[in-house]
Structure formats: structure tokens, C-alpha cells
Nanobody, 124 residues
Framework: HVQLVESGGGSVQSGGPLRLSCAAS????????MAWFRQAPGKAREGIAV????????FYADSVEGRFTISRDNAKTTLYLQMNSLIPEDTGTYYC??????????????????RGQGTQVTVS
């Protein structure tokens, strides 16, 4: 049974940093792609960062480019999101997701087969 468990969320003042983690378990191999999505109140879930360790490609949404950094541990099963210079618009629930294939896209959360339950980030 595959599980993705996010941690590290919380409340932070505008301009501050926060680091999210996502631990994956139950996988037989490291996922091809892992991603962070977020959902603000009343808005659709959006893909903000994707890491494809197999080909060394990363994606960032324009809204977080230059402020957020996605990374994985050496085993490629723990995902991180370092968030700097946070602004109130970054408030939302942050979800981790994983895919074993390249058939996934940040525009489509359901294209990632495995998804976590989310962790709340509040910036004030």
C-alpha cells in the first residue's frame, strides 16, 4: 500500500521560510516524478513544482519560480519543498504526489497516481 505523508506545514509571517517534506512508503522503486500541488481556499488545485529525478528535469509554476526549490533525498523517495520569501498568496493546502511514469503533468493532479492528504500552510 503506497502512502505519501506530508509534514512541515504551519503558520509563518510574510517573507519567512518554510520547508515541507513528503515521505513515500510502499513503493517498489523510486517514482519517476514527484510533485507538489497546492490548493488555496475556493481555488482549483495547481501544480507548483515537479521533480523528475530520472531525467534531471524540474518544473516550477511562475508563481513560485525563484522562491521555492523542490528536491529529493538520495533514495529519491522523500520529497522536499523549500519555500522562501513567502507571501500571503502562498496560503493553502500543499499536497505531495508521485507518478511511476512520464504520463503526468502539473496541470493535471489526477495524472499522478499517488497523492498525499496535504499539509496546511498559512502566511500572514
Amino acid at each position: 500500500h503506497v502512502q505519501l505523508v506530508e509534514s512541515g506545514g504551519g503558520s509563518v509571517q510574510s517573507g519567512g521560510p518554510l520547508r515541507l517534506s513528503c515521505a513515500a512508503s510502499g513503493l517498489t522503486s523510486a517514482p519517476y516524478a514527484m510533485a507538489w500541488f497546492r490548493q488555496a481556499p475556493g481555488k482549483a488545485r495547481e501544480g507548483i513544482a515537479v521533480d523528475t529525478a530520472g531525467i534531471g528535469f524540474t518544473f516550477y509554476a511562475d508563481s513560485v519560480e525563484g522562491r521555492f526549490t523542490i528536491s529529493r533525498d538520495n533514495a529519491k523517495t522523500t520529497l522536499y519543498l523549500q519555500m522562501n520569501s513567502l507571501i500571503p498568496e502562498d496560503t493553502g493546502t500543499y499536497y505531495c504526489a508521485a507518478s511511476n511514469t512520464a504520463l503526468c503533468a502539473p496541470s493535471t493532479p489526477t495524472s499522478f497516481r499517488y497523492r498525499g492528504q496535504g499539509t496546511q500552510v498559512t502566511v500572514s
